[in-house]
């Protein structure tokens, strides 16, 4: 299951990288990443908010703003794209139910490759399908996993030594990061 790291990081990258929105309206909308999971408290985890339904509210505030509005349309299209990479990485790794509460099926895509480190053989697995409804919630889930430390350390070693940089060479002065970007 993709950590709250992966949830959070992967889609705020892309976004950023492919200058779909300013870092400002990236970060002030990045907890939609992370609402899905609501369900693991409220209701069937994978299923009560982790399902394309709950894309609508805000799918349907761009729309409304695009002309009028575009910046707070921006707000919103970012916020749709963060709710919806939280369902497609999720039906990646354990499934969701998309259609939940009218339709009660996982729908899952189970991809892997290994690679056996005596024989150098190659074992792919690939099992898209569906099944009755939601998920197995494991007992122990791993809340972060040491493939996501490792990201997160290497986040906070950029992040740190390039602001410090920046503060470094601006004589003391706290980097513009958030506002610097806004106009391009
Ligand atoms: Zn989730």
Redesign the pocket.
């Given at each position: 299951?993709?950590s709250f790291v992966v949830?959070g990081l992967i889609p705020l990258l892309l976004i950023l990288a492919l200058r779909l929105a300013p870092p400002k309206v990236a970060l002030a909308t990045l907890p939609f990443t992370?609402l899905?999971?609501l369900?693991?408290w409220l209701g069937i985890?994978?299923a009560t908010t982790?399902n394309v339904f709950i894309l609508l509210p805000t799918l349907y505030l761009w729309w409304r703003w695009r002309e009028a509005e575009p910046q707070r349309a921006q707000y919103a299209g970012i916020a749709t794209l963060y709710l919806a990479s939280?369902?497609i990485?999720?039906m990646f790794?354990g499934g969701?139910v998309p259609f939940w509460p009218l339709w009660d099926y996982t729908v899952f895509w189970h991809f892997l490759i290994r690679i056996n480190t005596q024989t150098g053989e190659r074992d792919v697995t690939n099992d898209p399908g569906t099944h009755e409804g939601a998920p197995q919630v494991v007992e122990w889930f791993t809340w972060l996993s040491p493939v996501e430390a490792a990201m997160l350390a290497v986040t906070a070693v950029a992040v740190v030594g390039t602001l410090g940089w920046r503060w470094y060479r601006q004589g003391g002065q706290l980097p513009g990061f958030l506002a610097s970007e806004d106009e391009g």
């Amino acid at each position: 299951m993709p950590s709250f790291v992966v949830h959070g990081l992967i889609p705020l990258l892309l976004i950023l990288a492919l200058r779909l929105a300013p870092p400002k309206v990236a970060l002030a909308t990045l907890p939609f990443t992370w609402l899905p999971d609501l369900d693991f408290w409220l209701g069937i985890h994978r299923a009560t908010t982790s399902n394309v339904f709950i894309l609508l509210p805000t799918l349907y505030l761009w729309w409304r703003w695009r002309e009028a509005e575009p910046q707070r349309a921006q707000y919103a299209g970012i916020a749709t794209l963060y709710l919806a990479s939280h369902l497609i990485m999720d039906m990646f790794a354990g499934g969701i139910v998309p259609f939940w509460p009218l339709w009660d099926y996982t729908v899952f895509w189970h991809f892997l490759i290994r690679i056996n480190t005596q024989t150098g053989e190659r074992d792919v697995t690939n099992d898209p399908g569906t099944h009755e409804g939601a998920p197995q919630v494991v007992e122990w889930f791993t809340w972060l996993s040491p493939v996501e430390a490792a990201m997160l350390a290497v986040t906070a070693v950029a992040v740190v030594g390039t602001l410090g940089w920046r503060w470094y060479r601006q004589g003391g002065q706290l980097p513009g990061f958030l506002a610097s970007e806004d106009e391009g």
